[in-house]
Structure formats: structure tokens, C-alpha cells
């Protein structure tokens, strides 16, 4: 526990450090790499390819998180139940598609840039929180459920004062993974021309200069796993406040989302 | 009032309940028993529209309960099951305040009511700000019982309150369900699987069988004439007779004349209690007072034990 507190403002400070000084570290990387004439990534500052970077993640989570519930609260509903199996079904299907198919298949529709990208991480995000809302959502005590309706709560008072609240951990912890993955996987954005912090990865491994891949990897990785580290706070508040049990805890994806 | 008339119910083609017609009087204390699947929660759970019947009707005080939208009628109902079935994300006092929120109460008026339901229910102030994971089962209970009681309902349907606590919560909960049904006059209808329970609560007693209702009556009457093999040995068998002596008074069998002993016992004592009082004096005659004190008569065994064989 000690350590984790310790470790995490450090790891904050290195991050921030980074972003905004890279070019600082150009001695060290020099004694790295003594050949390379240009050992510090000048395209863009990392400041602006981090905010970039957190942009397309925030917008794409955003809206996968919108739909993923909205989706997720329809199939549930006494309404919506027919369309649970194919939903589920088709969200499964569309995570096996790799990343890079579904970038290469959305440039000839909408072009290089953001737009492809977006489209990308949103269809990535949609699978955990559509599996975190629809579990959370069946996790709601059946007498829970029976008292709410017995005592006259309307469906939709229902849902909103009691099943999302009980839902909330599994949900979080859904939006929780997506969020980690797409950091992950935006980085792939640059290779149709995104701006992000796989800029320096793309840029450096098309021109062979690993100080460029080591620089955009290192702030990915702790962008990563400082969100991670967020979402974990964030956590256990609401486990602490509702007193309600955490869903079982997911593998951790912030050492994965490092590598494109 | 509450009444059934014809009321059906399927499940895939199969019926599982009815015809069934019953009437529940206004502030009886009225008890479905039976074994288990024999229809006791789908009956209880038509009063409120929880479930809807495929044939007849269900009328509270002549007005049907498909006439009502179903969630304002529920407000009007308590409603109280097995495992409580509170909020878990909701303190002691938000779960007893949930229909006096849904009905829009004003803050102070939510809030005195908290305390006064919290005291009819005899739950301890501190318990108010605590979490239901928090409690024991039997305290759980009572906010269960204190969240349907909150808004004031003149009905209250109780799926197995009871069931699943210790013997010795469970008797003091159902005492005080007694006491409170006798100080509020509220109509409850109570579903048990336990004879003894319905025995020792409640006024009306309707003993259900495969969807359909093998006898009802008063506690004495279906001890004194069940109406059938299944109903007599539902009710205890041979050990009825002891049960029936709980609701028979020493009145009913009282012999004129001073018989004069030195052990007595009072006209509004019930029969066992004066069998007991025979085997531990060893007597077979006892005295009988009425409420003032007077003598006015005396019981004898032979009578105790006829009473017990009607
Ligand atoms: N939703 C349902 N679908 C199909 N059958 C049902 C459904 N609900 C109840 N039943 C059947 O209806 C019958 C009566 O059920 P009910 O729940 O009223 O029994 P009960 O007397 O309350 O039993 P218990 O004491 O076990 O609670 C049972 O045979 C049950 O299997
Ligand atoms: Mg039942």
C-alpha cells in the first residue's frame, strides 16, 4: 500500500516531466543512441500529441460508453430481452476483427486522419461496457428487483435510483478496460495519419530510429497506466459509498497498451 | 375488503391457480398456507398486480385492481418479502423512506415519519443511518416491515416475512406483528408454508392446495372440522386437539355451582392453559374466577378433553 502511494505521484511527475520537457532529454538519448544525429522526436511537442492522444480516447469512450449503455439498458428491458443473444453475438464478432483491418477498410470511406481512427477505437470500446452494463445489470438481486416493483417504483425510477446504481462497479470496471485498450490502440491511428503519441512509434520504426519508438512508448505506457490508476481510486469510492461487491477484477491491459 | 372472483391463473397452458374465489374482510389478519408451489405468492402477488389473473377478478374495497394504474396502487400497499429485500445501496432510513419519496412527501414530513415507523417497528435509532448488509437478519426484517408500513397503508401483504429467520426472532416478530395488526386494525394477508405460524397469527386462516383453496375459516374451526384428510393432517394430525385447546376459553366449558379447591383459574384463560394448570397441581377440578375475582363456577377435565375432540 505504501509503495503504491508512493509510486503513483512519481510516476504522475514523469509524465508530465516528459510531455511537456522531452526535448530535455536529448543528452541522454544522445548517449543512448551515439549515431543518431536527431535522437529526440521535434515533429510536434509531446504537450500537443498527448492532448491529441487523449482527445481521440476521450471522444471515442465517450460515445461507446453512451451507446454500450443505452444498448445494454435496451436488451435488458422486458422489450428489448429478444435482441440480448444477437447483441451480444454480434459486439463478440466485431472485437475479433484486428484494428487494423477495420483502419484499412475505413479509409476508403472517410479518409486518413481522425475520423477512421475514431471510428475504430468507438467499435473497440463498445464490447467491455456492453458486457459490464448487461452483467451489472443482471447482477440486481431478483428480490431487489421484486421489492422496487412491489413498493411502486415506475421502470424508469426503477432504473435510474436502483439498478444503474447497483450496476455502477460493472460498468465502470467495463468502461474501465475500454478506456485502457483505446489508449492502447490509438496509437495505431498514426499509421493513417492521426496525430498521437504513436506519431514518434510510426515515424520512428518507418526510419529506423528507436529513440523516436522508446519516446512515444514511454508516455503511452504511463498515460496508461496512470488512467488505470484512476479508474482504481475511482473504484473503490463508489465500492465505498454503495458497499456493494466489485465485480471480479479484469486482466490489466496498461502493460499491453504500450506496444501497437 | 378484498375480493377474488373466479380468479385463474396459467402458466404455459398448465393452470396453477383457481378458480378462486375469496374474500378477505377489512382489518382481518388473514393467512394463505399451504406446501410449497401450491399457489400462496401468485394469489398474494395478485392483490398488488404484481401479477395479472387470466380469468376473473380481484376487487379492493369494489374497486378492481386492474382499474388502477398498477404503480399507484402498489403505493397504496405494503408489501413485505422473505429476504427483505432492501436497497443495498440505500441506508436504513432512505429504505424506509422509499414510498413516502415516491409519493412526493415533503422533506420534514419524510423525516418525521422515519422516526415513528422506525419506533412501531421497534428499530433502534442507530440502526437508521447504518447499511442493510449491516444488520442481522431479523433487524433487516423489521426495516422490511417498517419501509411497508411507511406511508400509512390500510393493506399489507407479507410474502413469508418470517421464513427465513431463527425460531426465536421469529416468535418475537410475530408477536409483535400481532400486536401491531391488533393496535392498527390494518388488513394483512400473510403467506407462510408453516401451519403454526398461520395458527398463532392469524384471524382468518385459507389453507391452500394445488391452486385451489381446501378450507378456510378461523383458526378453531379448521382445527375443530378439518374438511378433509389433507387439511387434518396439514393442521398437525392428532396433535390438533392440543393446538385447538389454545383457542377455546375456559368459559365455554364452565360448570354452575361452588365446586370448592384451592387451585383456580379465570373465565378468559383458554383450555390448555387450565390442562397445565391441572397436571401441575394434579388436579382434575380447578376453581374458576371471572375478571373481578368471583367465583362462579368450576372446569373439569372431562370437559377439557371433549372440547378439544369438536
Ligand atoms: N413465472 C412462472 N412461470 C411458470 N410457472 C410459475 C411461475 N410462477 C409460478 N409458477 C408455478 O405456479 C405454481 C404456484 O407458484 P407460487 O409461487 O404461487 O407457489 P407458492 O405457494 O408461493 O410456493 P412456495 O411456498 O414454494 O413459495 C408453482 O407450481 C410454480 O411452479
Ligand atoms: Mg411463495
Known amino acids: 500500500m505504501m509503495r503504491v502511494g508512493l509510486l503513483t505521484p512519481l510516476l504522475a511527475l514523469a509524465f508530465v516531466a516528459l510531455a511537456l520537457f522531452m526535448p530535455a532529454t536529448a543528452p541522454f538519448f544522445h548517449w543512448l543512441f551515439p549515431e543518431n544525429p536527431r535522437p529526440v522526436f521535434l515533429r510536434a511537442s509531446f504537450l500537443e500529441l498527448t492532448l491529441a492522444h487523449a482527445e481521440l480516447v476521450l471522444i471515442s469512450a465517450g460515445a461507446a460508453t453512451a451507446f454500450a449503455l443505452g444498448v445494454g439498458i435496451f436488451v435488458t428491458r422486458p422489450a428489448g430481452r429478444e435482441f440480448l443473444p444477437i447483441v451480444g453475438a454480434l459486439a463478440a464478432v466485431g472485437q475479433t476483427f484486428p484494428p487494423a483491418a477495420v483502419l484499412a477498410l475505413a479509409v476508403p470511406a472517410l479518409g486518413y486522419g481522425e475520423a477512421p481512427t475514431l471510428l475504430a477505437l468507438f467499435l473497440y470500446s463498445i464490447l467491455p461496457i456492453l458486457e459490464g452494463t448487461i452483467a451489472g445489470l443482471h447482477a440486481v438481486p431478483a428480490d431487489v428487483r421484486e421489492a422496487a416493483d412491489g413498493l411502486g417504483f415506475s421502470s424508469a425510477t426503477k432504473l435510474t435510483r436502483i439498478e444503474l446504481p447497483l450496476a455502477a462497479p460493472y460498468i465502470l470496471a467495463g468502461v474501465r478496460t475500454s478506456t485502457i485498450i483505446a489508449i492502447g490502440t490509438a496509437t495505431i491511428g498514426s499509421t493513417i495519419g492521426a496525430l498521437s503519441l504513436g506519431s514518434p512509434i510510426v515515424e520512428g520504426l518507418a526510419a529506423e530510429n528507436t529513440a523516436y519508438v522508446l519516446q512515444g512508448a514511454l508516455v503511452v505506457a504511463l498515460f496508461a497506466i496512470l488512467v488505470d490508476r484512476g479508474f482504481e481510486l475511482l473504484e473503490r469510492r463508489l465500492a465505498r459509498q454503495s458497499r456493494s461487491e466489485l465485480p471480479a477484477s479484469r486482466p490489466r491491459r496498461a502493460a499491453a497498451a504500450a506496444a501497437p | ?310
Request: with cysteine; charged share 20%; hydrophobic share 45%.
Open chain 2, 1 to 310: 375488503m378484498i375480493e377474488f372472483d373466479a380468479v385463474e391463473k396459467f402458466y404455459a397452458g398448465q393452470r396453477v391457480l383457481g378458480p378462486l374465489s375469496l374474500s378477505i374482510p377489512q382489518g382481518a389478519l388473514c393467512v394463505l398456507v399451504g406446501p410449497s408451489g401450491c399457489g400462496k405468492s401468485t394469489t398474494l402477488k395478485m392483490i398488488n398486480a404484481l401479477i395479472t389473473p387470466d380469468a376473473g377478478s380481484i376487487r379492493i374495497n369494489a374497486q378492481p385492481v386492474a382499474s388502477h394504474p398498477a404503480e399507484e396502487l402498489r403505493r397504496g400497499i405494503g408489501y413485505v418479502i422473505q429476504s427483505g429485500g432492501l436497497f443495498p445501496h440505500w441506508r436504513v432510513r432512505d429504505n424506509i423512506a422509499t414510498v413516502p419519496r415516491l409519493l412526493h412527501w415533503e422533506k420534514a414530513r419524510v423525516a418525521a415519519r422515519i422516526n415513528e415507523v422506525a419506533e412501531i417497528a421497534a428499530i433502534h435509532r442507530a440502526l437508521l443511518d447504518r447499511f442493510p448488509h449491516q444488520l442481522s437478519g431479523g433487524q433487516q426484517q423489521r426495516v422490511g416491515v417498517a419501509r411497508a408500513l411507511a406511508a400509512d397503508p390500510d393493506i399489507i401483504l407479507m410474502d413469508e416475512p418470517f421464513g427465513a429467520l431463527d425460531p426465536v426472532t421469529r416468535a418475537a416478530l410475530q408477536k409483535e406483528l400481532a400486536r401491531l395488526h391488533h393496535n392498527t386494525g390494518k388488513t394483512i394477508v400473510l403467506v407462510t408454508h408453516d401451519m403454526d405460524e398461520a395458527l398463532a397469527l392469524g384471524t382468518t386462516i385459507v389453507v391452500m392446495r394445488k391452486g385451489e383453496i381446501a378450507q378456510s375459516g378461523t383458526p378453531a374451526e379448521i382445527l375443530a372440522a378439518p374438511r378433509s384428510d389433507f387439511v387434518r393432517d396439514f393442521v398437525g394430525g392428532a396433535d390438533a386437539a392440543m393446538k385447538l385447546l389454545e383457542f377455546r376459553k375456559v368459559r365455554e366449558v364452565l360448570r354452575g355451582g361452588a365446586e370448592s379447591c384451592d387451585h383456580s383459574i379465570r373465565t378468559h384463560d383458554t383450555l390448555r392453559s387450565a390442562l397445565t394448570e391441572m397436571m401441575t397441581t394434579g388436579r382434575s377440578i380447578l376453581t374458576v374466577q371471572n375478571e373481578s375475582g368471583a367465583i362462579v363456577g368450576s372446569i373439569h377435565v372431562e370437559d377439557i378433553v371433549g372440547a378439544s375432540k369438536r
